[in-house]
């Protein structure tokens, strides 16, 4: 069934008045159906939309398991149906990724573009943080099963929040030991690149940095060369880090 682009605006801005007004079930009720009623992503870009909304930010990092769909026509999207409330000022920039466990599963060619291995300034980030608190809340869902709505809520609401909290209060512990790793890992990638670097030719050197830095500096969808993508290799580099990082790195519960 199709709408009209009028149709469609008039969907965001309906479900914009509803959600104002709903509460509880209505809501759930309401973001189960409004895809079918507008389009694939209507649900998501209006939780997007809605998250950055008010806030004057020049960069966004969006992390998200299907990133590679979902972001693909977004501007188009926002173009043709998001309502003025919901509008991205032109000014900020965003950056799609996938998280490090999921990436390598996707296994699709040229797909560096979303890895956080080759987005500046992500560092060792690895963005499952959102996927860990489902094995220590497993349980809880088993123990809350049998429990009227509104009661069970209210209980995964009250862990969820401790978790939360424990998280918190243990961030300046968290940040200086990350802190200190990332010093000593630092240390060692910047002499292997120096070493690197010194063993090449300085033409060689300085083409291939102009060529990562015209990549990286790209707006999205980016068009420039892809300095990571290897014809004819079945797994792509990328894969092959993530999958190590992912051995070798522990990663913290918080």
């Known amino acids: 069934m199709g709408f009209s682009v009028a149709g469609r605006r008039w969907c965001y801005l309906r479900v914009l008045e509803i959600c104002r007004r709903a509460k ?28 950055i909304q008010g806030f004057k930010l020049l960069f966004i990092l969006i992390s998200y398991d299907i990133a590679c769909q979902w972001f693909t026509n977004l501007f188009e999207r926002m173009t043709e149906y998001w309502p003025t409330e919901l509008q991205v000022p032109s000014t900020t920039k965003l950056i799609p990724a996938i998280p490090k466990l999921h990436e390598p599963m996707h296994e699709a060619a040229n797909h560096q573009v979303y890895s956080l291995n080759y987005i500046p300034g992500v560092g060792q980030s690895d963005l499952e943080c959102p996927e860990r608190v489902w094995a220590a809340h497993n349980i809880v869902g088993n123990a809350t099963k049998t429990q009227g709505p509104g009661s069970r809520h209210d209980v995964l609401d009250d862990h969820f929040s401790f978790w939360n909290w424990l998280k918190y209060v243990g961030m300046g512990k968290t940040l200086m030991r990350r802190y200190r ?21 300085d033409e060689t ?31 792509s580099v990328h894969t092959s880090v993530s999958f190590f990082i992912l051995r070798v790195i522990p990663l913290s519960p918080y």
Request: hydrophobic share 35%.
């Open 181 to 201: 790793s990332a010093l000593a890992d630092r240390n060692v990638q910047v002499e292997g690149h120096r070493g690197l670097s010194a063993s090449l030719a």
């Open 24 to 51: 509880g079930d209505e809501i759930t009720s309401l973001f189960r159906n409004v895809s079918d009623v507008c389009s694939r992503y209507a649900n998501m870009d209006y939780i997007f939309g809605s998250a």
């Open 205 to 235: 050197v300085k083409k291939w940095e102009s060529i990562c830095a015209a990549w990286e500096n790209d707006n999205f969808p980016k068009k420039t060369k892809n300095p990571y993508h290897t014809e004819g290799i079945g797994k």
